[in-house]
């Protein structure tokens, strides 16, 4: 198959995995016939949209087990692992835009790398300081806290910022619950600077 | 009985002539106006379902023109924000009879129904008209209207926002902002509104304030609010024109980043990790301007310079402009990096030249204050 179409499909559907994922969590905030909610209260329901919403597949890093790579539960939902640094990005070009490392939590393309964050309630490294209304102002609006810079690929915001209110707020619950992982993911790195760019006046 | 026909007649003819619209249109203080607000959707108590569709339903204009509707008065912040080198100009209209409401000279409270409207231009061309409006007391409300090709009428753009609508640099465009977008920036601690403070529209205006412009005719200072009793304060509280204090390179420094991140910058901000003091009071001390310039020195971020130890950058490293995050997010343009993170594409070098030569300054001061001690 040639590299292009392997490209396209890759950049196809992984976003239409990851929305048919979110359609679905999102059915199921109404009762359905063939898979009713499981959710009895806001944990139970965020950890139910968390597991459709596959956050574990790039917010907990992977390990190698001995059918291949799979999620490290001992570190879920920590992020890139600090103690690891990743050595240069292989040089992309043609119609190969972007890598990922072995272990699922940090990517490289045209934005730069970036590092899957820390979701754990740790203070200082996680979402420990956080609000409910930040979380729900970074998915909604893209942006770091919902104030900063921009979310950086690959993470699906706007597919898991289609879920309602009280959805994300059951996520956002959910991850309250789970045990805090001390773990300071590396701050994203920019492509090179384009410094030549002068306003018209 | 004839001279009264005559007069009648007459009075038709200039009414049907728009004589009579213009005289009627006159400024007036708003607090003598009647109350003419077009209706507009939403009950009250909560914000609006539904924003007009088109800006000339926004009461920005005299029906069927784009002639500025002289209730909404013309200002002019001091210290603008910088927009890629966006033309601006803005208009306030406080409903009839109102007033804003002072508790102190940097908390305002704008009466419900107060409409505030941001134009930008590039190349001589209107892009985009911002409206924001104090619809109920329940809180504000962000719009933006695009202006269309032939420059006759500016539709509402989508809540998301527009993207690369106009390119103000080779490459870099121009984006119309989400509506959580505006939210990030008006609602982050303080007043929700940024241009219209004690300070911004102090009749003692900077001369040194980066794309500082000139008053016009007719636009309103915070003289003209007190003088027309639309601004309710304690008497004496704006006897004295607010000002920056320190040397000029100071105070045109300080009052570029208060304007220009000083929304989020600032010890009220919702975000914790971004509470720096950059947002200036409209009467600082000197000793809290120095309090912040302190502070700012004494501050790491959580963003590293390249090639450096993490948590070892300093928001502000006196005498190295080059080490400071301040203007080394300033400068750059990439995603994670840029300062402010939205709104603009292109690094506004007036400001980074200032900024730089402030810091600069500051490795004297060190010295001096060091010497001092």
Known sequence: MPRRVLSILGFTMIPALISSVTVVANNNARPAASAAAPATDAVARGKYLVQFGSCNDCHTPFRLGPKGPEPDMARQLSGHPSALVLPPPPALNGAWVWAGAGTNTAFAGPWGISYTANLTPDKETGLGNWTEEQFLMALRSGRHEGKGRPILPPMPWKFVGSLTDDDLKAVFAYLRSIPAVSNKVPSPVDPPEDTKAEAKQ | ?373
């Not at chain 2, 924000?81 to 209209?93: M, N, P």
């Not at chain 2, 509104?193 to 412009?213: K, N």
């Not at chain 2, 402010?340 to 900024?355: F, K, Q, S, W, Y």
């Open chain 2, 1 to 373: 009985m004839t001279r009264g026909w005559v007069a009648a007649v007459l009075a038709l003819m200039l009414a049907a002539s728009g004589v009579v619209r213009t005289r009627a249109a006159q400024p007036r203080p708003a607090a003598v106006e009647a109350a003419v607000q077009p209706p507009l959707p939403g009950p009250p108590g909560r914000l609006p379902d539904r924003l007009p569709d088109r800006l000339s339903e926004t009461g920005l204009y005299l029906p069927g023109t784009l002639t500025v509707d002289p209730r909404n008065r013309a200002f002019s912040p001091q210290y603008p924000l910088w927009t890629d080198g966006a033309r601006k100009a803005r208009w306030i209209r406080l409903p009839a009879g109102s007033r804003i409401v002072a508790r102190d000279a940097d908390a305002w409270e704008f009466p419900v129904g107060t409409r505030l409207w941001k134009e930008f231009a590039f190349d001589g061309r209107r892009v985009e008209t911002r409206m924001l409006w104090r619809a109920t007391a329940a809180g504000w409300t962000y719009a933006s209207y695009v202006w269309n090709d032939a420059q006759t009428e500016a539709t509402l753009a989508p809540a998301d926002g527009q993207a690369d609508v106009v390119e103000v640099a080779p490459g870099r465009r121009h984006s119309v902002p989400s509506r959580q977008d505006c939210r990030a920036c008006h609602e982050n601690g303080g007043s929700n509104v940024l241009g219209f403070s004690a300070l911004q529209l102090s009749p003692d205006r900077d001369a040194g304030a980066p794309h500082g412009e000139a008053l016009q005719p007719g636009m309103i200072t915070l003289r003209t609010l007190v003088d027309e009793h639309l601004i309710d304060a304690a008497p004496g509280l704006f006897a004295r024109a607010p000002r920056i204090p320190g040397d000029a390179r100071t105070r045109s420094a300080l009052g570029y980043l208060s304007a220009n991140c000083g929304h989020c910058h600032n010890p009220q901000s919702t975000a914790a990790t971004v509470r720096f003091p950059l947002r200036m009071p409209a009467y600082a001390s000197a000793a809290q301007v120095d309090e912040v310039i302190d502070g700012l020195a004494a501050r790491t971020t959580k963003w590293d310079l390249p090639h450096s130890v993490p948590g070892t950058t300093s928001v502000l490293k006196p005498g190295v402009p080059d080490l400071s995050a301040l203007v080394v997010r300033m400068r750059s343009r990439r995603p994670s990096s840029q300062m402010p993170p939205l709104g603009t594409t292109v690094a506004d070098r007036d400001a980074i030249d200032l900024v730089s030569a402030w810091i600069d300054d500051l490795d004297r001061r060190e010295r001096v204050h060091g010497a001092a001690q």
